[in-house]
């Protein structure tokens, strides 16, 4: 079912893992499955110099996110926002048709990493209307985007990230 560079990809994933000190990360679900990938990106000089990947998904969704790793590193944010999921199939020799909504989340998830980068300053001062700005930089790092994605998020993966108060802070502002 999958082709030789899928399978290579998802036996062989490149650059896997969390970016401890990422500028940035694109967090994005599959409404079809309920998977999640995370893209994170550490910029410099307006390119991506290294970048990293966590997905829970599928074999497809695997391949996909080692695949644009790959495809991105090095790239201007300019180059990299052009990579589509065409591409990125592409570039995989081919998904099953079936798999093509696991492949939209690599090209989903680092474009929402670019933006988050480039709106970096307005994500934290909306955040910064609930916590102070080290818990709301916590937020940024963990992917939350806005108060209304601060709604949606997990209580629990919120927690982890930031203080106590911050915490508590957040508790007090969503029961309103
Ligand atoms: S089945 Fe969930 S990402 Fe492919």
Redesign the pocket.
């Known amino acids: 079912m999958y082709s030789k560079k899928v399978m290579d990809h998802f036996l062989n994933p490149r650059n896997k893992g969390k970016l401890e000190d990422a500028d940035a990360v694109g967090k994005v679900g599959?409404p079809?499955?309920?998977?999640v990938?995370y893209i994170y990106i550490k910029v410099k000089d307006g390119k991506i110099e290294k970048i990293g990947w966590e997905?829970?998904?599928?074999?497809?969704?695997i391949a996909t996110s080692s695949m644009i790793s790959e495809l991105a590193k090095g790239k201007t944010l300019e180059e990299a926002m052009k990579i589509s999921k065409k591409d990125i199939a592409e570039a995989l020799e081919g998904l099953p048709p079936i798999?093509m909504?696991?492949?939209n989340?690599a090209a989903e998830g680092l474009h929402n990493a670019i933006e988050n980068y480039l709106n970096r300053e307005k994500i934290i001062k909306e955040l910064e209307e609930v916590v102070d700005r080290k818990d709301a930089e916590a937020l940024f790092r963990i992917g939350i985007t806005g108060i209304e994605d601060l709604k949606k998020a997990s209580m629990e993966e919120i927690a982890n990230a930031v203080s106590d108060k911050g915490m508590e802070r957040i508790k007090n502002f969503l029961k309103k």
């Not at 079809?32 to 998977?35: E, K, M, R």
């Not at 997905?55 to 969704?61: D, V």
């Open positions: 599959n079809v499955c309920g998977d990938m997905t829970m998904g599928c074999a497809a969704a798999k909504h696991c492949s989340l």
